[in-house]
């Protein structure tokens, strides 16, 4: 069945890196675009990036635009998350999550992993 | 950004009440809307697609309906295992963006 698990998570300073890594299985990776969203804690759903099954497009919310980079490696099955210039609002469970239906630009996220914690603080 | 309002914040009901949650885009967002459910310490989970569709294996007792900028989302009989909190989310604009969300709770 469809797979996502997320990892790279853990504890940073504030203006730190950190790499997240999603593996994925079950599915055909490479036609898919994916997903992530993170969830501050107590809070809500909040849409990170997304990046579409080729690599070809990626789209990132305002928050995290020219501080976090998204990427693949379709050979490994993995999905990445770069993170730089971490902020104590970072501080998030982040999930990946892929999209319905093989091939398109951009969609819904239908499969979510069970998330990853990153903890900003000093 | 298309803003989603989510009402109620919270709810309690009991063991096979139908309970309804309503959603408002900020804009017209014709059928490009889901419903996630989220149990405390999981991740989020697929129910609805497409405003009324009803993703594969979940129970008939929930439902979905709207188009447009107003959405609503029903559980018909409510089941303890219903508790959790409860996410609308559009998608057809980016950035995609979700409701506030609603805790279902049982009394």
């Known amino acids: 069945q469809v797979q996502l698990v997320e990892a790279g998570g853990g504890v940073v300073q504030p203006g730190g890196s950190l790499r997240l890594s999603c593996a994925a299985s079950?599915?055909?990776?490479?036609?898919?675009?994916m997903h992530w969203v993170r969830q501050a804690p107590g809070k809500g759903l909040e849409w990170v990036a997304f990046?579409?099954?080729?690599?070809?497009?990626?789209y990132y919310a305002d928050s995290v635009r020219g501080r976090f980079t998204i990427s693949r490696d379709n050979s490994k099955n993995t999905l990445y998350l770069q993170m730089n210039s971490l902020r104590v609002e970072d501080t998030a469970v982040y999930y990946c999550?892929?999209?319905?239906?093989?091939?398109?630009?951009?969609?819904?996220?239908?499969?979510w992993g069970k998330g990853t914690t990153v903890t900003v603080s000093s | 950004d298309i803003q989603m309002t989510q009402s109620p914040s919270s709810l309690s009901a009991s063991v096979g009440d139908r309970v309804t949650i309503t959603c408002q885009a900020s804009?017209?967002?014709?059928?490009?809307l889901n419903w996630y459910q989220q149990k405390p310490g999981e991740a989020p989970k697929l129910l609805i697609h497409?405003?009324?569709n009803l993703e594969t294996g979940v129970p008939s007792r929930f439902g979905g309906r709207g188009s447009g900028t107003d959405f609503a989302f029903t559980i018909r009989s409510l089941q303890p295992e219903d508790i959790g909190t409860y996410y609308c989310h559009q998608y057809n604009n980016l950035p995609p963006t979700f409701g506030q969300g609603t805790r279902l709770e049982i009394k």
């Open positions: 990046i579409r099954y080729d690599e070809s497009n990626k």
């Open positions: 999550a892929k999209i319905s239906g093989p091939g398109r630009d951009y969609y819904y996220m239908d499969v």
């Open positions: 804009q017209n967002i014709s059928n490009y």
């Open positions: 497409d405003a009324s």
């Open positions: 079950g599915f055909t990776f490479s036609y898919y675009g």
